[in-house]
């Protein structure tokens, strides 16, 4: 179905043609006439299937400028939050509505500045409690609230927060609740907030078909990081996505790999708000090839053009492997999932395997170059080792210059 088909009000039109859109994803067709006759709507789909739009456009259309704040969409990240808010702005500018965010890392005093003069709030559940306890926010007078990525909220424990953030909005709002999952607190949520809601969803955005999977088991594992780079040099044609497992491993290796001349960057939750959208923004610029990041940027970021996702760490369940892997081979394009063993993973790994469907195949060790790995900046000026294998015979290029 293509846009024109829909009734909305014709300056929308005019910045989907200036995005390039044409038809609807499968949750936007779905979605947006409910949204629009008032119901409360429940939308399973992944990051990327088009869903912002879908909550989005229907709440601009019924958004009146001036009358004080009207809707909330509520995010789990900063990041996301971020997104939500670039988009309400795009498409809301021309009507003469005004969006903000609300999130931690930053200045509150410039968000009450802000908040006074919203329609539309985008906000995380820390700062937005933050704002209610300071009585600089009301929220008794909207008539609509989003819960966007509302599974991803629940695991990172935001459940008494979103329960606490409702409690404070008005009784007579639309509701409306996206989520890549639908498990038992998300009905909780669905069954004490939702009246009678519509259950779409999507079928699964990642295409099995184009997206190939595969995995070495790395021995020595101080190999892992040359085989890393091995591929990132020799076998990625778009963007890559690099997960860690601790938030100090993803600067290491980002510092490695731009030691090594890849342009890559860090992203994950240690990090300044300023430095975080730094990184996605030179990500979307394209001045950066590879993300290397914890999981939070598995979930919420709309990273197009994603080849290739690496698995560095390998993730301690099967949801989290497919949340990682779901970054890539969306939308028809092909993608790649490489998992890089070593033997501290294998638990994880054989637990992947048993609730996983799809097969991962095993990989033949390719030739390539051992580098240095260095876990502190300043080793960076001291020679590198070269590996031994027998260490109390000298190498044979030391032999050479004796």
């Known amino acids: 179905m293509k846009f024109e088909e829909i009734e909305m009000n014709p300056k929308f039109l005019e910045k989907i043609r200036e995005h390039g859109f044409e038809e609807l994803t499968y949750i936007q067709e779905k979605c947006i006439p409910e949204i629009q006759k008032g119901r409360d709507?429940?939308?399973?789909?992944?990051?990327?299937?088009?869903?912002?739009?879908?909550?989005?456009?229907?709440?601009l259309d019924k958004i009146v400028p001036g009358r004080g704040i009207q809707a909330l969409i509520l995010t789990p990240?900063?990041?996301?939050?971020?997104?939500?808010t670039e988009v309400f702005q795009d498409f809301g500018t021309p009507l003469g509505t005004k969006t903000t965010s609300v999130y931690g890392g930053v200045s509150i005093e410039a968000q009450i500045k802000n908040i006074r003069k919203a329609d539309i709030i985008v906000g995380t559940p820390g700062?937005?409690?933050d704002h209610l306890?300071?009585?600089?926010?009301?929220?008794?007078?909207?008539?609509?609230?989003?819960?966007?990525?509302?599974?991803?909220?629940?695991?990172?424990?935001?459940?008494?927060?979103?329960?606490?953030?409702?409690r404070h909005s008005s009784r007579e709002r639309q509701t409306l609740m996206f989520s890549a999952t639908i498990y038992e607190d998300i009905h909780h949520i669905m069954n004490k907030y939702l009246r009678n809601p519509l259950i779409i969803k999507t079928q699964p955005y990642v295409d099995a078909k184009n997206l190939k999977q595969i995995y070495y088991d790395i021995f020595p594992s101080n190999l892992k990081f040359s085989l890393l780079v091995h591929h990132l040099k020799n076998g990625v044609s778009g963007l890559a996505i690099v997960f860690c497992g601790t938030r100090r491993e993803s600067d290491i290796v980002a510092r490695n790999l731009r030691y090594q001349g890849i342009n890559a960057v860090a992203i994950h939750g240690g990090m300044t708000q300023r430095k975080r959208l730094d990184s996605l923004n030179s990500l979307k610029n394209k001045k950066t090839d590879v993300l290397v990041a914890t999981d939070v940027a598995a979930r919420g970021l709309d990273i197009k053009g994603v080849s290739h996702i690496y698995n560095y760490d390998?993730?301690?369940?099967?949801?989290e492997y497919i949340h990682r892997i779901g970054r890539t081979a969306r939308a028809g394009e092909n993608g790649n999932a490489i998992t890089l063993l070593t033997q501290r993973d294998h638990n994880n790994f054989r637990r992947i395997q048993r609730e996983y469907e799809f097969?991962?195949?095993?990989?033949?060790?390719?030739?390539?170059?051992?580098?240095?790995?260095?876990?502190?900046s300043e080793e960076r000026k001291k020679p590198f080792k070269r590996y031994n294998k027998y260490p109390n015979r000298p190498h044979a290029l030391a032999r050479a210059r004796r």
């Open 77 to 84: 990240t900063r990041e996301l939050c971020v997104q939500v």
């Open 127 to 129: 700062r937005i409690l």
């Open 133 to 166: 306890s300071r009585r600089t926010i009301n929220f008794s007078d909207i008539r609509f609230l989003v819960l966007d990525e509302t599974d991803r909220m629940l695991d990172m424990g935001f459940i008494d927060d979103v329960d606490e953030i409702i």
């Open 314 to 319: 390998v993730p301690r369940t099967a949801k």
């Open 359 to 376: 097969e991962i195949e095993k990989a033949d060790m390719p030739n390539f170059r051992r580098v240095p790995f260095i876990i502190n």
């Open 41 to 59: 709507v429940v939308g399973q789909a992944e990051t990327g299937s088009g869903k912002t739009l879908a909550f989005c456009l229907p709440i």
